[in-house]
């Protein structure tokens, strides 16, 4: 992808920085697009220079954002052979969904407790909307436009309830999650109905203030990702089995 430039050097030597640091960002997005896309596949590996290449910059921006995803978990780093994208397991997965899940509900029980009242109308509107374009997608099965819409819901929301740290940790949970669900969501020839798609039902139990509906509601999206995951395993033992 063509059009980043190089960063540059010479001139006013902030605005060099500033252009570095941009274009860091720019790459680091790029790179983890691609590999939640599952273009770049658990295990691909690559160096500095094939991605510098790639997209026509410098070698020092996509250095930097490349260790940037490796300390998100997406990349692994080798000092002598480059780096490749991170290859999570069964267990991983199911680790990311019972963290989440504790957070999660540590989070909306401390809401009930010390801020019982529904968040202002305004503030959900752009949350409302996210609902629905992911439930939209996930009824149809369109997984690229689900992950981003998904991703964007889940930290509109978070933001509404927790801190910034907090949203920060539990984002970086979701993108692994979706990571690791890529491949497998990709090959299965009953995508729309291995989707969970229930952001609308959350959104109206924030809107009551109803933590306790939120939370269940939100458990309910953690057990249809971890029977998710035990399908999948099974499928791949038998697949295993087989061959």
Aim: charged letters at 25%; aromatic letters at 8%.
């Amino acid at each position: 992808m063509p059009g980043y430039g190089s960063g540059g050097s010479g001139g006013n030597g902030n605005a060099s920085a500033v252009t570095r640091s941009t274009l860091r960002q720019q790459i680091a997005d790029a790179l983890r697009d691609e590999v939640l896309a599952g273009r770049m596949q658990p295990g691909q590996e690559f160096t500095v220079k094939e991605i510098a290449d790639q997209y026509g910059v410098s070698a020092t921006p996509v250095r930097e954002a490349l260790v940037d995803l490796s300390a998100q978990g997406l990349l692994d780093s080798d000092q002598h052979r480059g780096f490749k994208v991170h290859r999570f397991t069964f267990d991983d997965f199911r680790t990311m969904v019972e963290t989440r899940s504790l957070i999660v509900d540590a989070i909306f029980g401390h809401v009930a407790r010390s801020r019982p009242s529904p968040p202002a109308p305004q503030a959900m509107l752009s949350v409302r909307r996210r609902a629905e374009e992911a439930a939209r997608a996930a009824r149809t099965g369109d997984l690229d436009i689900l992950i981003g819409y998904d991703l964007r819901f889940w930290r509109e929301l978070g933001a509404l309830v927790a801190n910034r740290y907090l949203c920060d940790f539990l984002h970086r949970l979701r993108v692994q999650a979706w990571v690791f669900s890529v491949p497998f969501l990709r090959l299965d020839p009953e995508l729309p109905a291995r989707l969970w798609g229930g952001h609308q039902d959350i959104v109206e139990a924030v809107a009551r203030g109803d933590a306790a509906g939120v939370r269940a509601e939100i458990r309910a999206y953690d057990d249809h990702a971890l029977v998710w995951a035990e399908r999948m395993e099974q499928r791949e033992r038998q697949t295993r089995r087989e061959g």
